[in-house]
């Protein structure tokens, strides 16, 4: 069984930083492709980052290239987004996913554990 949780999410101003974290119980999380998503009222889930369980590889939706960041530590069983710039269009609840899968997932579809969500609300 696989579970994930999220933290670090929070109210922040236009302009500032936050870094969410997801904590991932299993014992090959090594080789799990990891994803960031998030959903904002009204609207359907969306990709935003995503890693590689093969090689580490990442990929970013068009609209947080250059301003997020994920990242993982294996030992730690942890996968991370780092977000600067924030925008309020950044304001969602942010979800982790992970997948057994080694290729590069982007889309909901192909992740099959998800957190529980973290809200991120930033003000302009």
Known sequence: QVQ???????LVQAG?????SCVVSGRT???????WFRQAPGKEREFVAASSGRDG?????DSVKGRFTISRDNAKNTVYLQMNSLKSE???????????SVS?????????????????????
Request: charged residues 5%; hydrophobic residues 30%; proline residues 2%.
């Open 90 to 100: 950044d304001t969602a609840v942010y979800y982790c996913a992970a997948t057994p």
């Open 16 to 20: 500032g930083s936050l870094r969410l």
């Open 57 to 61: 590889g990442t990929y970013y939706q």
């Open 4 to 10: 994930l949780a999220e933290s670090g999410g929070g």
């Open 29 to 35: 999380f090594s080789i799990y492709g990891m994803g």
């Open 104 to 124: 590069l997932i982007t889309t909901a579809e192909g992740f099959g554990y998800w957190g529980q969500g973290t809200q991120v609300t930033v003000s302009s």
